[in-house]
């Protein structure tokens, strides 16, 4: 079962440090972890160091697995995907990279699959540059899905979907990474979601790492003055889940 953990990790554009300091305990096999903070905070660096798009100190440890150019998959917020191609054919394209060019029959199956579970079959053969933003997301989860990765970093994923494809995407990650035995690190900006669907949160703010640990533990009053700057409650829903009230900002 594969394990990832950050140890002291860090990030730089040419001499000037953008990320430091960040660490993480071992984070499971299942597992799906929040990386939250203000905007502009380091969440997108962060994914990038740990898929080494970029270089910088630090240590990222992956341990049950060899590292190949499937076992990590970045999902960025703007694929900047060629607006020429099918969704179809982009899709195949992510999942022939880093192998031959001969397609088998189950690997369109498996891509008929993820359009029918994301319910995005009828725009299989729509071109990418004619797709609202949502739609874009969503065809950007399914290239990074086909590519069967070990872990998945997602970065703000629902930021364009509407709420109830939010939660239909993220209810998806969270059966899946269990199901298939994934790390999924995933940026949100809605902290209820944090709270709902994600078993451990990182806070990155101004660079660095403020803390890490049990998403009930890191998403406290307290953390948000200090990070949000808002004075906020953490209320208990009646099925029992954890919600956060903002009452003002400071």
Not at 177 to 205: E, S
Not at 208 to 233: F, H, N
Request: aromatic content about 4%; some cysteine.
């Amino acid at each position: 079962m594969v394990a990832l953990a950050l140890q002291d990790v860090g990030a730089a554009y040419g001499r000037r440090t953008v990320l430091s300091s960040v660490s993480t305990d071992m984070l499971q096999s299942g597992s799906v972890t929040a990386v939250i903070g203000p905007n502009a905070a380091g969440k997108s660096t962060l994914f990038k160091r740990i898929a080494s798009l970029i270089s910088g100190p630090g240590l990222v440890e992956l341990s049950g697995t060899e590292r190949g150019p499937r076992t990590i998959c970045y999902m960025p917020q703007d694929t900047g995907a060629n607006a020429v191609l099918t969704v179809y054919e982009s899709i195949l394209l992510s999942a022939k990279q880093g192998s031959g060019w001969r397609v088998h029959d189950d690997e369109l199956a498996e891509i008929d699959a993820i359009l029918k579970v994301l319910r995005i079959e009828d725009l299989a053969f729509r071109e990418l540059g004619e797709l609202s933003g949502g739609q874009r997301q969503l065809v950007s989860l399914a290239q990074a899905l086909v590519r069967r990765p070990e872990v998945l970093l997602m970065d703000e994923p629902t930021s364009a979907l509407d709420l109830h494809r939010q939660v239909d995407v993220l209810t998806f990650i969270s059966d899946l990474a269990a199901r298939k035995g994934m790390i999924v690190l995933v940026a949100l900006h809605d902290l209820n979601h944090a709270l709902r669907y994600c078993q451990n949160t990182i806070v990155i703010a101004d660079g660095s790492m403020a803390i890490s640990g049990d998403t009930s533990a890191v998403i406290t009053p307290e953390m948000l003055r200090d990070i949000y700057k808002v004075a906020a409650r953490i209320e208990t829903c009646s099925q029992g889940r954890a919600l956060v009230i903002v009452d003002n900002a400071i």
